[in-house]
């Protein structure tokens, strides 16, 4: 391990030596490529079987999933129980929680699975501490909450999103928008639709060339950099919202935090006094992006108790039907929505049509 660990230092001091302009562009993008490699082989070492994690992996329950990510003592297990009512060991030192302790809420009829993971210290990704399996269960996650120390945010922001993209997840971002093809023959093909400041053919080509890749087609959309084009041949980067939770606002002024709530992605909170809770919960309803539908069996009301929920990526009808059993759609007729994503109500519709936040349906099935 060390030798990784060796390795990825030579290349870290090497990128830190290196001046930036025009000249080392390709030389850059070479060491970047290299690094996101050993990267790769810390996350997911080579051959035998690893032993298996102490209770780390939890068996996912509920419709979304949400990771607490923090250093130690920020107050990531005060707040899980005050949400979840679950007990996690809390206490005035450091390391205080050792595995994942799972928890679960429901939030407007969804139910949320809460995962309070232990504290990550600096060099998680390095394999430090706990770090590697921490950050294994985060990349799971459907968001993940970042909790701060409102004393002392910013470094500690920092740290913990350089450990998470050291890991691959990339936060509050979206893919890159570059499609990247492998083939047979034919050298490495470069279209790029805009001006772009870093990358030209001989980066691209180097880049490549790491991997050895010698036949592609790549297509830039937009400026992209080298760590974008590296995450696309990569492949295996994870995108998740996040959350800054900062804690402990008992403990500052008004005036201080009016300036917090001023940065983006973050709600300041105090898990002991259960303030600002309300306003939290919103805001993970809004970034976990489900929608509720509810069911409506023939000739009865429709059940707003428990409504099926789904995720905005999926939403057509086939989603609904094999979220509530597989074999519905296979004797699926049509539909009958009533709601916003219908004209007139009710409306009969095909296994295609998208369905809108708390729309009611009837499904019919063959006879």
């Known amino acids: 391990m060390s030798t990784i660990l060796d390795k990825i230092a030579a290349i870290e001091a090497e990128m830190a ?125 459907s968001l993940i909450f970042i909790v701060l120390d409102v004393l002392k945010p910013l470094q500690h922001k920092r740290l913990i999103e350089h450990e998470l993209e050291g890991f691959g997840l990339r936060l509050n971002k979206s ?80 005036e201080e935090l009016d300036i917090i709530y001023k940065i983006p992605h973050c709600v300041p909170i105090s898990a002991h006094h259960k303030w600002n809770f309300d306003d939290l919960l919103e805001k993970m309803w809004e970034y976990l992006k489900l929608v509720r539908i509810y069911t409506k069996p023939k000739g009865q009301l429709p059940d707003y108790e428990s409504p099926v929920v789904l995720h905005s990526e999926r939403l057509s009808v086939e989603d609904f039907c094999n979220k509530l059993h597989r074999s519905i759609a296979k004797e699926f007729k049509y539909a009958l929505v009533w709601g916003s994503s219908v004209k007139h109500q009710p409306q009969k519709v095909g296994k295609d049509h998208i369905l809108n936040d708390e729309d009611v349906v009837q499904i019919v099935k063959k006879v």
Do not use: M, W
């Open 175 to 254: 893919p890159p928008n570059i499609v990247f093809r492998k083939k047979d023959k034919g050298g490495v093909n470069l279209q790029t639709l805009v001006p772009q400041s870093e990358l030209d053919i001989d980066t691209v080509k180097s880049i490549l060339s790491e991997y050895r890749i010698h036949n592609a087609d790549i297509t830039l959309r937009y400026d992209a950099t080298s760590d974008d084009l590296i995450d696309v041949i990569e492949g295996n980067r994870i995108y998740v919202p996040c959350i800054y939770l900062l804690n402990k606002i008992d403990q500052i002024s008004i």
């Open 17 to 141: 030596r290196t001046q930036k302009n025009k000249a080392t562009a390709g030389h850059l993008g070479l060491l970047k490529a290299r690094l996101a490699k050993l990267r790769r082989e810390l996350i997911t070492p080579k051959g035998g079987g690893g032993g298996t994690g102490e209770g780390f992996d939890v068996a996912k329950t509920g419709d979304a999933r949400i990771g607490f990510v923090g250093f130690p003592s920020v107050g990531k297990s005060t707040l899980l129980s005050t949400l979840a009512g679950v007990y996690s060991e809390v206490a005035a030192y450091e390391f205080t929680t050792l595995t994942t302790v799972p928890g679960c809420i429901k939030y407007k009829g969804a139910k949320i699975q809460l995962l309070d993971l232990p504290g990550i210290i600096e060099g998680a990704k390095d394999g430090k501490g706990r770090g590697r399996q921490v950050i294994a269960v985060a990349r799971t996650c």
